[in-house]
């Protein structure tokens, strides 16, 4: 029934009226997609208001004005590169109207009165204005005129006609929005938005773009509550553990939590003991102390008979993460990677199936379908930000997770956190365990290199230990270790033996060696590219430098500045930038002098780069917005998250009038799999 009224906004753009199948496949790369809601999606990136009026002898230059004229004479081209022109006059005043190619004798016959409209230049010239119309049929000349992102081959025109007819074709809806809220913001229904943005009368004031936004956000955060209920609702187990081998690590560790790590592993320990399932972000700061927060709450499955996996992000990530289980769990732990091969794997997947091996740490191999776990409890994702993945893992067919931590050491703004999660309980470790002494992170020209080399030479002769990670080249890894060997080849040359070099291309095993001989000692100044920016932990290591710090995000940067200040030494951080740096580069690089709060330069940088790279690595996968920016329209996601909740509480089965609604809201913005938890459940 809903399917057959939206069936003509899920028609192809063929169906419209004027597109044929090769102008088809240009809109549909202009819009993003080839159906008729692709285009009615597609909206204006401005508006030109036609209806300024003005007189020749005040005519501006590079402006869109519509003049009144009448056509004094035609003046042919001298030569084929020059226009065929119109001198005009509205009695005020002289302008000329230019064609090079095609130009209108019909509808410009000397003596002709005409309305044009479009810009003129310096020269008073308007080339090739963009409508000129007879003055009795002024009537016709827009006066607002929507400006749509085009593509190459593609022009206003051409999207008129089928726009017109997709908005006629827009069915009746009944209303999703909550009728209060309606009235509060002054929205307009659903297809009066979209008439409103298509096809003005006057450029739109903001209430049509904003209810569509909010469209789009609802849709979202009803979309994620309905899926999160339904993974939380299978049931869980409820896991209480005696603390003995918690007792045991601890002891092992030799240091007091600090008062947010008790308090994060209370809310862990309250979810792991109710025999509902756990979704739960563990967001904290680098260096916040999360890993031993995961190992204490891994170890309460442990406790209970059954098995916790960690898994990270990269191969990397996960041999540390196994290095500091390894230290500290009271029971044996197992790597379990793409590289770990034939009868060391065979062994491991063994114990694993057998429940032999209790602890397990790796990457995405650990949740391959040939990996058979005795009695899977818990799983800690360590830095995913995709509720996708927590979601496999706790509805996974075996639906052998019953519980699940992500931890993440990038402050998530809250705003990403509510477009990738929805309403999320989260546990936030606010402080650094104690003894962590603030980073000193000053800005250097890279013209300054020289001395800032001097410097370096002079904290190694200290005995520091020195990060110096090499610029970002515009997204080119091999250009990245270029630059990064061309460093490492100078450092070398100055400092010796003393310099090793990690990144991303080596051997796994190079790499590896290169890190454990600076987490020995054995080298003490490390030139690496990124690799290093999440986990790596070295305590004795005091001093970061990172070049080219403009090209990095503000995130990033604050995840490499993390690498340092994890010991007792007094620590720095200097970026260097290049010698002219903008405005808004420097004020950036500022912020992140002035502050170590996370939290604070996760927003800012949210802010600056807005959703998609919000993370300064693109693995934000933030859903691809069509009408709402979750920045700029902070304040709507806010109230869709409240929204959602309070509709959910209503009307779990959105059964209801408004229920109903919804549903056509979620079909709208294809949120079927949310969709198919409402007939499943
Ligand atoms: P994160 O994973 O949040 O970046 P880690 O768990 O790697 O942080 O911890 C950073 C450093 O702080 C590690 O060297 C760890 O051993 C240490 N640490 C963690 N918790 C405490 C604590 N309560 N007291 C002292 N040191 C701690
Ligand atoms: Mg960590």
């Not at 003596?111 to 009795?136: C, L, T």
């Not at 003995?244 to 240091?255: K, M, P, V």
């Not at 999660?421 to 603030?438: F, H, I, N, Q, Y």
Request: proline share 6%; aromatic share 4%.
């Amino acid at each position: 029934m809903q399917h057959d009224r939206l069936a003509p906004l899920f028609a192809p753009l063929t169906s419209l009226r004027g597109l044929g199948e090769p102008r088809a496949r240009l809109v549909a790369r202009a819009a993003g997609g080839d159906r008729v809601i692709d285009l009615l999606f597609h909206l204006p990136e401005s508006y030109i208001d036609r209806r300024q009026r003005v007189a020749l002898r005040a005519l501006p230059a590079g402006r869109v004005v519509t003049v009144t004229v009448a056509v004094v004479r035609i003046e042919r081209p001298a030569n084929a590169r020059q226009p065929t022109r119109a001198v005009v006059t509205d009695g005020t005043g002289f302008a000329e109207i230019a064609f090079f190619k095609g130009f209108p004798h019909a509808r410009l016959p000397v003596g002709a009165r005409v309305v044009v409209s479009g810009k003129a230049d310096e020269r008073r010239s308007f080339v090739h204005p963009d409508h000129i119309v007879p003055e009795d049929a002024a009537a016709r000349l827009p006066d607002v005129e929507p400006v749509w992102p085009l593509t190459a081959g593609l022009f206003p025109w051409h999207l008129r006609g089928p726009i017109a007819d997709a908005l006629d074709r827009i069915p009746d809806l009944p209303e999703w929005q909550d009728a209060a809220l309606q009235r509060r913001e002054g929205w307009p229904g659903f297809a009066g938005a979209l008439r409103a943005l298509h096809a003005p009368e006057a450029p739109p004031p903001p209430g049509p773009r904003r209810r569509l936004a909010y469209d789009e956000l609802l849709a979202g955060q009803v979309a994620l509550a309905l899926v999160r209920r339904r993974v939380l609702a299978r049931p869980g187990r409820a896991l209480t553990g005696d603390g003995r081998l918690r007792a045991r690590a601890l002891a092992t560790f030799g240091q007091a939590l600090t008062p947010s790590q008790t308090a994060a592993l209370a809310e862990i320990d309250a979810d792991l003991a109710a025999p509902r399932r756990m979704l739960r972000l563990l967001q904290g700061d680098v260096g916040s102390g999360k890993t031993l927060v995961a190992l204490l709450a891994m170890l309460r499955a442990v406790e209970d008979g059954a098995q916790a996996a960690l898994l990270a992000p990269t191969e990397l990530l996960a041999q540390q993460h196994l290095r500091t289980l390894a230290r500290l769990a009271p029971v044996p732990v197992a790597l379990l990677t793409g590289s770990v091969k034939g009868a060391a794997r065979e062994r491991i997947l063994r114990g694993l199936a057998e429940g032999a091996l209790p602890l397990v740490v790796g990457t995405h191999a650990l949740f391959q379908d040939r990996v058979e776990y005795h009695d899977l409890a818990l799983a800690v994702i360590d830095e995913q930000h995709r509720f996708g993945v927590a979601q496999r893992l706790l509805m996974g067919g075996k639906g052998r997770v019953s519980d699940v931590l992500v931890m993440t050491a990038t402050p998530i703004p809250r705003t990403l956190l509510l477009t990738q999660w929805g309403e999320m309980t989260v546990s936030r470790l606010t402080e650094k365990p104690a003894g962590r002494l603030p980073v000193r992170t000053t800005l250097h020209s890279l013209a300054t290199l020289d001395d800032v080399t001097d410097g370096i030479g002079r904290a190694l002769d200290g005995g520091a230990r020195v990060y110096w990670v090499c610029p970002l080249v515009a997204e080119s890894e091999t250009a990245d270790l270029a630059a990064a060997e061309a460093r490492f080849a100078a450092l070398r040359a100055r400092f010796g033996q003393t310099v090793g070099l990690a990144h991303g291309q080596q051997e796994s095993a190079v790499r590896e060696a290169a890190l454990a001989d600076f987490a020995t000692g054995r080298t003490r100044l490390l030139v690496a590219t990124t690799v290093i920016e999440v986990g790596v932990d070295v305590p004795e290591a005091s001093v970061m430098v990172i070049e080219h710090a403009e090209r990095f995000g503000l995130a990033q940067l604050h995840q490499l500045r993390g690498r340092v200040g994890r010991g007792r030494d007094a620590s720095f951080c200097l970026l260097l930038h290049e010698a002219g740096l903008t405005e808004a580069a420097r004020r950036r690089l500022l912020l992140l002098r002035d502050t170590e709060d996370g939290f604070r330069i996760a927003d800012e940088d949210f802010r600056i780069r807005g959703g998609g790279d919000a993370l300064g690595t693109r693995q934000a996968g933030a859903p691809g917005w069509r009408l709402a920016d979750p920045v700029q329209d902070e304040r709507l996601l806010h109230m869709a998250a409240r929204d959602a909740a309070l509709l959910l509480e209503r009307d779990p089965r959105l059964a209801g009038e408004r229920g109903q609604a919804v549903r056509v809201l979620l079909r709208l913005f294809e949120r079927t799999a949310a969709m198919r938890t409402l007939q499943a459940g």
